[in-house]
Each structure stands twice: as C-alpha cells, then as structure tokens.
C-alpha cells in the first residue's frame, strides 16, 4: 500500500519522535489514574482503590498510548504522502527522467548571498524569507527538489537535475564523518541566473547524514548510467500513482 511506502520514507528519528509522544501520554494517563486513586484513597481511607489504580495503570498506559499512536501515525503519512506528490511534480517540471523518491525529510533552507549570483532576482521572489526556511527535502535518482509550505500550495525552493553544473559540498564543526551538526551546501550553475548556492540543515542528522552519502554517490556516477532514458517520466505510472495517492488519503483519513 501507499501509506506504507510513506511510513518507510519517514526517517527513523521522526518515528521515535511519534513514538516518544504516544508513550509520555500514557505517562501522563496512568499517573494522573494513580494520583486520583491516592486521592480518592486517602478520603476514603480504603488502601483497596490506590492499589486498584496501581494495578490499573498498565492498562491505561496502553490504550491511551496506543490511542495517541493511532492519531499521530496518519497525520504523518498524509503530510509526507502530500510532500511526496508535490516534490514529484515539480521533479517532472524540471525534467527529471525518473522520479522514484530516494529520500525524503524535513529541514531548513538557507539561501546564501556570497554564492549566488542574480541575488536580487531570489530576494525578489523570495523578500525577506531566505533564511532558515522550514523545508521538505527530497532525492531523486537524477535531481533534488527542496520545497517549503505556503498559503495556497507550495514553493519550490530549489530544484535542479544532478548533472555537471551541480556541485555539493558539507560542512560540520565536529569534523566527523557522521556529524550531528551536519551542514549541506548545494550549487547549482543555471545558464540563465549563474551560481545558486544554498545550505541545507534538519534537526534529524541520520537523514542528513544519509542525504549527504547518497548524494555523493549519485554525483560520483555519471548520469547516463543513473537513469534510463528509455522510459519517459511522468507516464502512466505517475499518473496511476497520483490516483493510488488520493485514495489512501480518503482510506487514512477515514480511519
């Protein structure tokens, strides 16, 4: 099913976010269940109903984890089932010849001043917002394609095929090989506006960390080896996909 290849795009760190959330709300259930029970314990003087509560509160831990679980999990699969889509058709509009997401997560966006020449044409499309910008990022066989959230739909912010003109570098102040503080800097030299540099950070750095190696990996292989041209993007299988999409959201949501 879709909603399952949404789950898997989720990054580890996320789901234990999700996870972390679902249990500090049973927490929260069975200790409030247990501090009723003393109370009531104590005004009754009857050890019987704080020992019942005790006993009671695994009980109410997992029902109402799983019932926090059970409402934070489909959220998840619709934002990225939806960040999935739109990051798939601006990949088609920027000519991608293969449009299978390799990774997908969220970050944060910076477009750098001293790298890209043209800066005024970004600051006009983009004013005073060009720092910081909470973004989806997402990898394709053959493009990156980074969008961020908008009154009325979404904002492509950086999107460009890996080819010749596209260069990535990283920085970290640790030094190590998986850095927490991981820093990626993409540029891309567009014919038209010349150098656009931009710096992707996120608050999960196994996604980052992962971001960084397979993009290595796609730039070290030349892109006639990386995508099969025979197969014309956006055909029938993205349009079936798109269909598969929009009825696993009306399935979550009715769930």
């Known amino acids: 099913m879709i909603s399952e290849e949404a789950w898997r795009l989720i990054p580890p760190e996320e789901k234990i976010a999700i996870l972390s959330k679902a249990h500090a ?28 509560s005790i006993l009671s509160s695994p009980i109410v831990f997992q029902f109402s984890a799983n019932r926090r679980w059970r409402s934070l ?42 790298g890209t020449d043209a800066f005024e044409v970004y600051t006009q499309h983009y004013g005073d917002e060009f ?6 990022v997402a990898l394709f066989p053959d493009a ?12 492509l912010e950086f999107g460009h095929v890996i080819n010749a003109r596209f260069k990535m570098r ?32 996120t608050q999960y750095p196994a996604a980052i960390n992962a971001f960084n190696k ?6 070290s292989t030349p892109r006639a080896q990386r995508v099969d041209f025979d ?10 996909s798109q ?12 769930t």
Do not use: C
């Not at 259930?29 to 104590?42: H, K, N, Q, Y």
């Not at 999990?73 to 058709?89: C, H, K, N, Q, W």
């Not at 929009?246 to 949501?253: A, D, G, H, P, Y």
């Open 25 to 52: 709300a049973g927490v929260m259930w069975a200790l409030s269940l247990i501090a009723v029970g003393a109370t009531l314990a104590i005004s009754f003087q009857s050890p019987l109903v704080l020992w019942s």
């Open 73 to 114: 999990r489909p959220i998840s699969v619709i934002e990225y089932l939806a960040a999935r889509s739109v990051t798939r058709r601006y990949a088609y509009a920027i000519k991608s010849a293969d449009l299978e997401i390799l990774l997908l997560f969220k970050g944060y966006l910076s477009h750098e001043p001293d």
């Open 131 to 136: 720092q910081n910008i909470p973004v989806w």
């Open 144 to 155: 990156v394609v980074v969008i961020s959230e908008q009154i009325g739909g979404a904002n």
């Open 170 to 201: 990283t920085e970290s102040g640790e030094g190590a090989e998986y850095a927490q503080d991981l820093s990626v800097l993409m540029e891309y030299d567009d014919r038209n506006y010349g150098k656009h540099l931009v710096r992707l950070e």
């Open 214 to 219: 397979k993009l290595a990996e796609i730039l």
């Open 231 to 240: 197969s014309e993007a956006g055909g029938e299988d993205f349009l079936q």
């Open 243 to 254: 269909q598969n999409l929009k009825e696993t959201i009306q399935n979550v949501v009715a």
